[in-house]
């Protein structure tokens, strides 16, 4: 393996034979002094990998060689490994077609993400029954292939990280009986008709992601059984309908990201009792209706977008209860009354938009001093009171956005020497 591959990083590898290969660095042997594992993962070394590497470790249960510059076609022989358990060629540059799977009966981990591949997806994983985790992520050179039915025969499976792998066609429903599965990643594919209810029956899973699709319809009241759900990302989509109330009752969920879609409808009372939610991004929508009052009042929340909707009524006061907040985004709606007098108490806030609202009445004291805040968008509302030297202490403002308002403005601007509309 010396021999095919360089680098400095196996300068401690002695083809000499006075010093044993299981004292090598990343070299692992069992107690009959077979190598078990090679882990040069991150080494920078360039060269093709060795064709026949299986013939002379006939034990070989873990082969990690992610990050290194091997710009070759994936080495067929890998395949005769047949104790392997994990194979690892993450971001390796490896490039070419992929051969039949199915001899590696014992892989358990398979991460073949950020290559060069090219030609058809090997469909023989399905045979790989031992399969824990599948990663091609970002392996945008294969052929358009569809999800096979078949790929529920994969019970083990927890991790399944497809991300802009040129996935076409529907999401199978078969994929319910995958009920080991923790981490489901389909985005950035492309993914058409409906999101399958039967995702509802996978009881396990934390992080669902299916953004960048073209995915329609409704979301699936179901996604309501997932209790154990922290993350879920359908943005950028064709999805409609409303936001199911189910969802927004899950007990662990941080994250929610439905942006620009076609929902219509309220947002779901039921998120303003969450204790958990962090991420909230609906932006580019149709929703209407207020929000939720005590959305964020029982909540770590960061980010609050709801811009490019059509909300109205008074923007919710608890927000900011938490302290956490950094990004409070709520452009081109139809807001209305006053900017709650607590807004001005969030010294968290990186950006603050409220612009193309129908909002009124003096700005909070302190609101425009915020130490931490860049971006304060106010634009296009009917907002007035004064805005005097508390803005001086803005020391991290570079944007700043007052136009279409009567405010009276009693402190040079020019003095805060950055853009101002």
């Known amino acids: 393996m010396k021999n095919s591959l360089s680098g400095d990083s196996l300068s401690d590898w002695d083809v000499t034979g006075k010093t044993s290969y299981c004292n090598y660095s ?15 993962s991150g080494w920078s070394l360039s ?6 590497v299986c013939s ?11 990050y290194n510059d091997l710009h070759d076609n994936f080495p067929e022989s890998i395949v005769n490994c047949s104790l392997l358990e994990e194979l ?31 030609g058809e997806f090997p469909l023989s994983i399905t045979n790989l029954t031992n399969l824990e985790h599948i990663r091609f992520n970002e392996n945008e050179g294969f052929n358009l292939w569809s999800l096979p039915e078949d790929i529920s025969r994969l019970t083990k499976l927890k ?18 009986n995958m009920t080991s599965l923790v981490d489901l990643q389909l985005s950035g594919n492309f993914l058409k008709g409906q999101i399958p209810a039967e995702l509802g029956l996978l009881k396990n899973l934390r992080l ?29 989509n064709r999805l409609t309908g409303k936001i199911p109330e189910s969802i927004c009752k899950l007990p662990k969920l941080r994250v929610l990201q439905f942006y620009n879609n076609s929902l219509t409808g309220e947002i779901p009372e039921a998120i303003g009792n969450s204790t958990t939610l962090a991420m909230l991004s609906i932006y580019d929508n149709f929703l209407t209706g207020g ?98 030297k508390t803005i001086g202490t803005a020391r991290n403002l570079s944007e700043l956005f007052i136009q279409s308002n009567r405010f009276l403005v009693l402190y040079p601007l020019k003095y805060l020497k950055l853009p101002i509309w």
């Open 26 to 40: 990343g070299v692992s042997c069992n107690d009959e002094g077979y190598v078990e594992v090679i882990d040069i």
């Open 159 to 176: 991790s399944m990280i497809l991300t802009t792998c040129m996935v076409q066609g529907q999401i199978p429903p078969s994929i319910g």
């Open 88 to 118: 690892d060629m993450n971001g390796s540059q490896v490039n070419g077609t992929l051969p039949d799977l199915s001899p590696m009966k014992s892989l358990r981990i398979l991460d073949l993400s950020y290559n060069l591949f090219t």
């Open 47 to 52: 060269g093709r990998f060795p064709p026949d």
């Open 291 to 388: 929000v939720p009052r005590s959305l964020g009042q029982w909540s770590p929340m960061i980010l609050l977008d709801l811009s490019e909707n059509h909300l109205s009524g008074e923007l919710p006061t608890e927000v900011c209860k938490g302290g956490n907040l950094l990004y409070f985004l709520v452009l081109d709606n139809m807001f209305s009354g006053k900017l709650p007098e607590n807004y001005a108490k969030c010294e968290s806030l990186l950006r603050f938009r409220v612009s193309n609202n129908r909002l009124e009445g003096p700005i909070p004291e302190g609101l425009l001093g915020l130490p931490r805040v860049s971006i304060l968008d106010l634009g296009f509302n009917n907002l007035n009171g004064q805005i005097g």
């Open 208 to 236: 669902l992601e299916l953004y960048y699709n073209q995915l329609a319809g409704r979301i699936p009241e179901e996604l309501g059984n997932l209790t154990e759900l922290v993350d879920l990302d359908m943005s950028v």
């Open 56 to 66: 002379y470790l006939p034990q070989l249960r873990v082969l990690r060689l992610s």
